[in-house]
């Protein structure tokens, strides 16, 4: 399942002739490079790529795990292997133009969320920071707001979020549970962010992977949890029912995008299997089977129980979304990461 990683600024893996995972394909042939085993990987090839390879005969094979490090090392070593890349939304955007290439959605550019596209990242998977509560623990007293998360007097318990990127939605959650309006997040105010984390320092679990977040809440060493949704869909349907999503409350949206590193030979088929997988009908399979809200405004509702749960783009739900700035995190990242790290590891 989705995993955050380092920024497409961070230092470079230097790469060799012979370090590739698979050597370049054929010209009718293309390389996706997504996060590893699981149900985000497995619900794209389903959704996207073999349907993909069954109406136009070109075959595409899967690397990863997705690396903007590595990309970044392919592009300015002239040795680029993928041709489509799933990744974060603001890492894509800061380095559109210099390391992706520009992606023209022509009239698909309408069926994305207001803001969410971008020159070079096409959205393809939308994330709610959802609060989770255990309800064998706060079952006759359950938190109704994001401010009980930051409350340990009125909600004593163990806390757990991941900390491995603060840009998922973490910081503007800390906000919106301070009171700061949703057209005043940004730019953000990290030191109020980070005084709301002060208040509960002492029950606060601080995960460096997704899946350690989500083993430690099935595990029972968690009573409370921010946790993405694509995580919270994997923790309910392995069975951790007791885990509840507080309803009708603020969430913090973020997504993922699909880009093309320059230099690939076959960028135009590789925009073509983009325009391809932003359809409505693959937004809608490939969000169903992953647990993601889905990139194309036309797609269907969730069907399944846990997907409407977890489903931040239903019926009602307008006025409880919060979109992520992403030219903001694009143009803040470094100074922002510094301080999220200072903070946890101070």
């Given at each position: 399942?989705?995993?955050?990683i380092?920024?497409?600024?961070?230092?470079?893996?230097?790469?060799?002739?012979?370090?590739?995972?698979?050597?370049?394909?054929?010209?009718?042939?293309?390389?996706?490079?997504?996060?590893?085993?699981?149900?985000?990987?497995?619900?794209?090839?389903?959704a996207?790529?073999?349907?993909?390879?069954?109406?136009?005969?070109t075959?595409?094979?899967?690397?990863?795990?997705?690396?903007?490090?590595?990309?970044?090392?392919?592009?300015?070593?002239?040795?680029?292997?993928?041709?489509v890349?799933?990744?974060?939304?603001?890492?894509?955007?800061?380095?559109?133009?210099?390391?992706?290439?520009?992606?023209?959605?022509?009239?698909?550019?309408?069926?994305?969320?207001?803001?969410?596209?971008?020159?070079?990242?096409?959205?393809?998977?939308?994330?709610?920071?959802?609060?989770?509560?255990?309800?064998?623990?706060?079952?006759q007293?359950?938190?109704?707001?994001?401010?009980?998360?930051?409350?340990?007097?009125?909600?004593?318990?163990?806390?757990?979020?991941?900390?491995?990127?603060?840009?998922?939605?973490?910081?503007?959650?800390?906000?919106?549970?301070?009171?700061?309006?949703?057209?005043?997040?940004?730019?953000?105010?990290?030191?109020?962010?980070?005084?709301?984390?002060?208040?509960?320092?002492?029950?606060?679990?601080?995960?460096?992977?997704?899946?350690?977040?989500?083993?430690?809440?099935?595990?029972?060493?968690?009573?409370?949890?921010?946790?993405?949704?694509?995580?919270?869909?994997?923790?309910?349907?392995a069975?951790?029912?007791h885990?509840?999503?507080?309803?009708?409350?603020?969430?913090?949206?973020?997504?993922?995008?699909?880009?093309?590193?320059?230099g690939?030979?076959?960028?135009?088929?590789?925009?073509?299997?983009?325009?391809?997988?932003?359809?409505?009908?693959?937004?809608?399979?490939?969000?169903?089977?992953?647990?993601?809200?889905?990139?194309?405004?036309?797609?269907?509702?969730?069907?399944?129980?846990?997907?409407?749960?977890?489903?931040?783009?239903?019926?009602?739900?307008?006025?409880?979304?919060?979109?992520?700035?992403?030219?903001?995190?694009?143009?803040?990242?470094?100074?922002?990461?510094k301080?999220?790290?200072?903070?946890?590891?101070?």
């Amino acid at each position: 399942m989705r995993r955050r990683i380092p920024t497409l600024l961070s230092a470079a893996l230097l790469l060799t002739t012979t370090g590739c995972a698979i050597s370049e394909g054929g010209p009718n042939s293309l390389v996706f490079a997504s996060y590893g085993q699981g149900a985000y990987q497995a619900g794209q090839r389903a959704a996207w790529l073999d349907p993909y390879e069954k109406q136009t005969g070109t075959t595409v094979t899967i690397d990863g795990p997705s690396s903007n490090a590595k990309l970044k090392a392919m592009v300015e070593a002239g040795k680029v292997t993928w041709d489509v890349v799933d990744t974060d939304a603001s890492a894509a955007a800061a380095v559109c133009g210099s390391l992706l290439e520009r992606v023209d959605m022509g009239p698909q550019a309408a069926g994305f969320p207001e803001g969410s596209l971008t020159d070079c990242g096409v959205p393809d998977a939308f994330f709610g920071m959802m609060l989770m509560y255990n309800s064998k623990v706060y079952g006759q007293h359950p938190p109704t707001k994001l401010a009980d998360f930051f409350d340990p007097k009125q909600f004593p318990g163990r806390r757990i979020i991941y900390g491995g990127d603060p840009s998922v939605g973490t910081i503007e959650a800390a906000l919106l549970a301070d009171g700061v309006p949703r057209d005043k997040l940004y730019p953000l105010d990290m030191r109020r962010a980070l005084r709301m984390y002060d208040r509960i320092r002492p029950q606060l679990s601080i995960s460096s992977t997704y899946g350690d977040q989500q083993q430690r809440m099935a595990g029972g060493q968690a009573d409370m949890a921010l946790i993405v949704s694509a995580r919270a869909f994997s923790l309910l349907k392995a069975g951790a029912t007791h885990w509840k999503v507080v309803p009708d409350i603020p969430v913090p949206v973020t997504w993922d995008v699909l880009v093309v590193p320059k230099g690939t030979a076959r960028a135009e088929e590789a925009k073509k299997l983009i325009r391809f997988a932003s359809q409505p009908a693959q937004a809608a399979d490939f969000a169903a089977r992953a647990g993601v809200g889905p990139a194309n405004t036309a797609a269907p509702a969730a069907r399944s129980e846990i997907g409407r749960q977890l489903d931040i783009w239903g019926e009602g739900k307008e006025d409880l979304r919060v979109l992520s700035n992403v030219r903001y995190w694009a143009a803040n990242r470094p100074e922002l990461v510094k301080a999220w790290s200072d903070w946890t590891t101070g």
